[in-house]
């Protein structure tokens, strides 16, 4: 792996592909899994919802980011009420 490989996982401008975590974790003699659920992916295994007992992945979401989401659907709200009290102006 190059330096700026490196450098780019490390400044979150690009993500290892999964080939390449599977080398690091054998490199690192560390489990996939766990370098994925540091970094915020959680994992559960269903034996009800897939039929070939594989693994499911649910994306934890930061707080910060849910705030935002939330603040963006509320502006989005309101714009629209104004925008209907304009039209209802005319």
Request: negative net charge; charged residues 30%; hydrophobic residues 35%.
């Amino acid at each position: 792996m190059s330096q700026k490989t490196y450098a780019n996982y490390e400044q979150e401008k690009t993500s290892p592909s999964i080939q390449s975590l599977a080398i690091l974790s054998d490199l690192l003699d560390i489990n996939v899994l766990e370098i994925l659920k540091n970094n915020g992916v959680n994992f559960y295994q269903s034996d009800n919802e897939f039929k070939d007992n594989s693994i499911g992945i649910i994306n934890q979401l930061p707080e910060k980011l849910i705030a935002q989401y939330e603040a963006r659907l509320k502006e989005k709200d309101d714009q629209i009420e104004w925008l209907k009290k304009q039209i209802n102006r005319f």
